[in-house]
């Protein structure tokens, strides 16, 4: 290849360079007009936030795992009862056990750690359709805990009275390499600096 070739090369390929970066960079800033359209300026999306899946620990080969996909948006900052979502959880051991999903009704974060409840939707456990139930979640990466309002009655079945955002401390481990959860501290509005 000739040295004015080699150039010529270059240069296109220099000019294709900036023209990608030209496109990222302004793909990026019309997200970032869009997200700010939707939200006021410092306002984050939502206020709090519990998301993912894993199975719990147990040395027996009990098969549990807990799925969560809960927020409570910005707007509704000051009331941790307005929050959205679903969970799901399932626990078998030697083919028999049950499973259970539902609606969110509550959800508080402080730090890495959530409380959530909701309503059974759906579940093959009977007597627990209608229940609510209450979840704890500790979010230390890889060996997060969770605790559920059940755990001093033994079953979901029981739990018919249960206020919203009650749950026991998080006493079960996640299994490594079964999954993650994630939790979005609160920051309520009475706790900022006026």
Same mark, same amino acid.
């Given at each position: 290849?000739?040295?004015?070739?080699? $150039?010529?090369?270059?240069?296109?390929?220099?000019?294709?360079? $900036?023209?990608?970066? +030209?496109?990222?960079? +302004?793909?990026? $800033? +019309?997200?970032? =007009?869009?997200?700010?359209?939707?939200?006021?300026?410092? +306002?984050?999306?939502?206020?709090?936030?519990?998301?993912?899946?894993?199975?719990?620990?147990?040395?027996?080969?009990?098969?549990?795992?807990?799925?969560?996909?809960?927020?409570?948006?910005?707007?509704?900052?000051? =009331?941790?009862?307005?929050?959205?979502?679903?969970?799901?959880?399932?626990?078998?051991?030697?083919?028999?056990?049950?499973?259970?999903?539902?609606?969110? =009704?509550?959800?508080?974060?402080?730090? %890495?750690?959530?409380?959530?409840?909701?309503?059974?939707?759906?579940?093959?456990?009977?007597?627990?359709?209608?229940?609510?139930?209450?979840?704890?979640?500790?979010?230390?990466?890889?060996?997060?805990?969770?605790?559920?309002?059940?755990?001093?009655?033994?079953?979901?079945?029981?739990? %018919? =009275?249960?206020?919203?955002?009650?749950?026991?401390?998080?006493?079960?481990?996640? %299994?490594?390499?079964?999954?993650?959860?994630?939790?979005?501290?609160?920051?309520?509005?009475?706790?900022?600096?006026?």
């Amino acid at each position: 290849m000739s040295r004015n070739a080699s $150039a010529s090369t270059r240069i296109r390929v220099a000019a294709g360079a $900036a023209v990608l970066i +030209t496109v990222a960079c +302004t793909a990026s $800033a +019309t997200a970032l =007009d869009r997200s700010a359209e939707t939200r006021s300026p410092g +306002t984050p999306r939502e206020a709090a936030a519990l998301t993912g899946s894993a199975k719990l620990y147990r040395p027996l080969g009990d098969d549990i795992t807990f799925t969560f996909d809960a927020h409570l948006a910005a707007e509704h900052r000051m =009331d941790p009862a307005k929050a959205t979502g679903t969970f799901r959880f399932s626990h078998y051991l030697d083919g028999r056990g049950a499973w259970a999903e539902g609606r969110i =009704d509550c959800l508080l974060t402080g730090g %890495k750690v959530a409380v959530a409840s909701g309503v059974i939707t759906r579940t093959d456990l009977p007597g627990a359709q209608g229940n609510r139930v209450g979840f704890t979640v500790h979010d230390v990466g890889r060996h997060d805990r969770l605790g559920y309002s059940w755990a001093s009655v033994g079953n979901p079945v029981e739990t %018919k =009275d249960l206020p919203k955002c009650v749950s026991a401390a998080p006493f079960e481990k996640v %299994k490594n390499g079964t999954g993650d959860f994630r939790v979005l501290p609160w920051d309520p509005d009475f706790l900022k600096e006026g």
